[in-house]
């Protein structure tokens, strides 16, 4: 049995540990959230790495640069694309608005009726879009807020300077990630065993997995759900449907979020009188919202994890309420950790 006095000395070294704790992240949390992305995306591509370094012959910097280039390339190639897109429906925006402006634009006859804010919409339209010229009239209406555009813009780009530097040090950390990582995970291991000894084993064997499964389900589901509504968009006629497509992927990767981008949509379509479209456009996203969130999602996330449904939709809805969008990968992990100490204290 420790004596007082071995106990009292163990004080200083506890207080010590928790102020570099501390201190470490104060200087740090500026990083945080792009240190955690790089590791979800280097835990989830590890198997690929594994053979990327064979094929280098076991020379991790050069095998960590090629998988680093291959996640800059996957990351930036989709937004290449979908600004050369949007580039390209804004010219003929342009067009079709230098055309409108002529004699404005003519209200559709339902929009007296829309629900609960038919009148404004219908008031606001009469007054700034019906009328020709309008475009000019709009950038008068617009010069009064002038500061806060200023401001506005000023934020912006402000924003993508602190996003730049972000990304580059997630790229920094994704090379590093890679190339030390069994280095990183034997002290992790090390220090586990230590802290929670033969219990750390029941965490780590199911961690590595159950990251993997997110990130892998949550981007592919995203990413096929925003394809195939992206089609849907363009076949229904409508505008900068790429950009639509996108912004579907994203929200895809959030349960019941593309809902969101749906009842944009519809109302886009029914202002063109693209009823019908409309229409078709709501029923087919409510069933691949269902499908995605409901079967796909969960049996890619639950089947490696073994999660419950409702464990897997708290993990997601409250991680992206908490910490964010990337709450959207950390949140099942931790009802995946959450899960496993059940287990543990029920068994």
Request: with cysteine.
């Amino acid at each position: 049995m420790p004596s007082s006095e071995q106990h009292d000395s163990s004080w200083p070294g506890t207080v010590f540990t928790v102020l570099i704790l501390a201190s470490v992240f104060y200087i740090s949390k500026r990083y945080i959230v792009p240190l955690s992305w790089s590791a979800l995306i280097a835990i989830a591509s590890w198997p690929l790495y594994l053979r990327v370094n064979t094929l280098c012959q076991q020379r991790s910097s050069l095998a960590s640069l090629i998988m680093t280039c291959l996640i800059i390339i996957a990351i930036l190639l989709p937004i290449t694309w979908l600004i050369v897109s949007v580039t390209q429906e804004a010219l003929t925006a342009k067009t079709l608005l230098y055309q409108y402006n002529k004699t404005g634009i003519i209200m559709p006859n339902w929009l007296h009726h829309f629900p609960l804010f038919g009148e404004k919409i219908s008031n606001f339209w009469s007054q700034y879009l019906s009328k020709p010229q309008f475009v000019e009239n709009g950038i008068t209406y617009l010069n009064q807020y002038h500061e806060i555009l200023n401001n506005a813009v000023q934020a912006f780009g402000a924003k993508t300077l602190y996003h730049s530097i972000s990304f580059f040090f997630f790229v920094l950390s994704v090379f590093f990630f890679f190339r030390d990582g069994h280095y990183i995970t034997q002290r992790i291991n090390t220090g586990g065993k230590r802290i929670l000894a033969e219990r750390w084993q029941n965490y780590m064997e199911h961690l590595p997995n159950a990251i993997r499964s997110v990130v892998n389900g949550t981007v592919l589901v995203g990413m096929g759900v925003g394809l195939l509504m992206g089609i849907s968009y363009a076949i229904a006629g409508l505008p900068v449907p790429a950009l639509f497509g996108f912004i579907t992927a994203i929200l895809a990767m959030i349960p019941f979020g593309m809902i969101i981008t749906l009842i944009i949509v519809t109302v886009i379509l029914l202002v063109k009188g693209n009823i019908g479209a409309a229409i078709a456009i709501l029923i087919w996203g409510i069933i691949i919202t269902f499908l995605s969130d409901h079967v796909i999602k969960p049996a890619l996330i639950g089947s490696s994890t073994k999660l419950p449904f409702m464990m897997i939709l708290i993990g997601i809805l409250g991680g992206v309420e908490t910490l964010g969008l990337i709450g959207l990968f950390l949140g099942p992990v931790i009802m995946v950790l959450f899960y496993t100490l059940f287990e543990e204290m029920t068994q």
